[in-house]
């Protein structure tokens, strides 16, 4: 053999083994979870379901020869600490997408970085604002406050209940909320009676509930997510308040029934089907998911999966499905993402476009209640 075969064939290896390296490149997202703090309800099951899905994803070989590789931290819920967390992942961890965070006042201050940088990110969080306007690099899984809205008032529109008082926490998901809840009010034909507000650290809401009280409301609709809607609802009771309450999507799990106990009992909430994935239909085209997401959780963690976890289930997919689709870099992950058309995931059906980021329609909500300490489907 002379001199230039073996020189080819030197070159033909390096190429081989270079081209197998470059295949089982890891790609990098990131995900900013609240896994401790006042928001960990909703960061620890985020952080736990992405960490799943990751690994049942590499266990099964990756995505199109690569493995996934998630860069975790925790934010603790605090805004300027996810923003610096942020700019960790994108320019020391080098992640192509970023997943969470988990409340929507720390994604309003993480959009800046994210679309500065042009990297993907995938909010856990639920604020309208977040995606409308549209925003180039920002997408999210978490169902709109404006649908969740808009499944109350039609419920109360068909009941005739027309009266309504508003209590809603001070915050950037309480504030989104009762941004809503007016805008959208004179559509239902819904009278807003009393509106007040409470802090996200208070412990005590019956000076507002006794205000409420007194305004022969036909219903309260309180929008906050934990602990402060168990202790309304605890409150009211203690007050003997018979009104109906309704909560918002952001005590969608058992953990808001833990911590109200029997004052929980027929409290009405918009929620993702998660929480009531084995009352579906076997031809709800969700169901399938839904189902192997929960057992997933309940496999890995001793406890059911819940809508917040669902919000990670969906972000890291629709990441999987645009790396299946070629994309690995920032650019063409989120150019991918925004073709995403009728993809079920948790949180319901996603159709992404240039228009619409937030991706999900009003089918993304049933109403629920409780009932012998447990979620069920309102009929």
Known sequence: ??????????????????????????????????????????????????????????????????????????????????????????????????????????????????????????SCSAGSKITDPVKKWIFKTAQNDSLAVGRIYEYLQKSKQTNVAILSVSDGFGASGREQLKAQAAKYGIKIVSDDTYGPKDTDMTVQLTKIRGSHVQAIICWGTNPGPAVIAKNARQLDIKTPIFMSHGVSSKKFIELAGEAAEGIKIPSGKVVVADQLSNSDHQKKSLMSFVKDYQKHYKTEGDHFGGHAWDAVMLIKNAVEKGADSPQSIRDNLEKTRGFAGIGGTFNYSPQDHAGLGKDAFVLVEVKNKDWVVVK
């Open 1 to 122: 053999m002379n001199c230039r075969v073996i020189s080819y064939l030197f070159v033909a290896v390096t190429i081989m083994f270079s081209t197998t390296a470059l295949a089982a490149a890891p790609i990098k997202i990131g995900g900013l979870f609240a896994v401790t703090g006042p928001a960990a309800f909703l960061g620890e099951p985020e952080r736990n379901t992405a960490n799943m899905v990751v690994d049942e994803i590499n266990k099964a070989g990756g995505v199109k020869g690569h493995k996934l590789e998630l860069v975790v931290y925790d934010t603790a819920g605090d805004a300027t600490k996810a923003v610096q967390l942020t700019t960790k992942l994108i320019k020391d961890d080098k992640v192509v997408a970023i997943i969470g965070p988990s409340t929507t006042g720390e994604t309003m201050a993480v959009i800046p970085v994210a679309e500065k940088l042009q990297v993907p990110l995938i």
